[in-house]
């Protein structure tokens, strides 16, 4: 069975796979109007 059990874990793993693309591409997230660096965002992933 290979597969998410969870459809939460499902949204979570889309998300950080989302995420780790937009920083390889050079995309900011902005928050309170200050982009975060590639450090940042990578370090959030663990948060």
């Not at 998410?4 to 900011?28: D, P, W």
Request: with cysteine; charged share 15%.
């Amino acid at each position: 069975m290979l597969g998410f059990k969870s459809f939460y874990t499902t949204c979570n793993v889309l998300a950080g796979i989302e995420l780790m693309h937009m920083i390889r591409k050079g995309q900011r997230i902005v928050t309170k109007g200050v982009p975060l660096s590639s450090v940042d965002q990578f370090y959030a992933l663990a948060a």
